[in-house]
T-cell receptor, first 112, second 112 residues
Framework: SQTIHQWPATLVQPVGSPLSLECTVE??????LYWYRQAAGRGLQLLFY??????ISSEVPQNLSASRPQDRQFILSSKKLLLSDSGFYLCAWSVAGVETQYFGPGTRLLVL | AQTVTQSQPEMSVQEAETVTLSCTYDTSESDYYLFWYKQPPSRQMILVIRQEAYKQQNATENRFSVNFQKAAKSFSLKISDSQLGDAAMYFC?????????FGAGTTVTVRA
């Protein structure tokens, strides 16, 4: 069966520091991968999605970037964090050509 | 712009009773997918049920069922025989070209 992992689970970072969040999927090949952000008490906002290695589409211009160095690995990065980057970050995957997305456990990021 | 509206910020239900959550959406597409996701206190997004717009039959998953009214662009979720473990935030979502658009969510509390 397929599983999706995210780490770290929780992260507290100072303003201006770099960021790297990692997402990996097991049990499937060539998945579509997604990064979402959820502000407190609100719905999810799509940040990036990828349909293959090195293929990244950005939905919202911001202080973040994404990379897909391997088929089942998706990384969310920032060179300098802002206070507004605080939130809950969720990675998701789907089978190519199938609409349903499955989510990881998420990372809580607090920027101070 | 495609939007998803959940008009009930909070709903309360007695254990073993039934609760219905409302969702409306706006799209000009004719073929699409709709979802209900559950987000418990752990904040992981869990897929509850999925509906394909070209299917007239309402989807069901154990105690969860939907009432899909395509012409009215309505997609409500019914939770039957509510259990304490059903307490969570529920999000209605619609997908177009990889992007899931979420409603604001409905918080469901279950009274013992």
């Amino acid at each position: 069966s397929q599983t999706i992992h995210q780490w770290p689970a929780t992260l507290v970072q100072p303003v201006g520091s770099p960021l790297s969040l990692e997402c990996t999927v097991e049990g499937t090949s060539n998945p579509n991968l997604y990064w979402y952000r959820q502000a407190a008490g609100r719905g999810l906002q799509l940040l990036f999605y990828s349909v293959g290695i090195g293929q990244i589409s950005s939905e919202v211009p911001q202080n973040l970037s994404a990379s897909r160095p391997q088929d089942r690995q998706f990384i969310l990065s920032s060179k300098k964090l802002l206070l507004s980057d605080s939130g809950f970050y969720l990675c998701a995957w789907s089978v190519a050509g199938v609409e349903t997305q499955y989510f990881g456990p998420g990372t809580r990021l607090l920027v101070l | 712009a495609q939007t998803v509206t959940q008009s009930q910020p909070e709903m309360s239900v007695q254990e073993a009773e039934t609760v219905t959550l409302s969702c409306t959406y706006d799209t000009s597409e004719s073929d699409y997918y709709l979802f209900w996701y559950k987000q418990p206190p752990s904040r992981q997004m869990i897929l509850v049920i999925r509906q394909e717009a070209y299917k007239q039959q309402n989807a069901t998953e154990n105690r969860f069922s939907v009432n899909f009214q395509k012409a009215a662009k309505s997609f409500s979720l019914k939770i039957s025989d509510s259990q304490l473990g059903d307490a969570a935030m529920y999000f209605c979502a619609w997908i177009n070209d990889y992007k899931l658009s979420f409603g604001a969510g409905t918080t469901v509390t279950v009274r013992a």
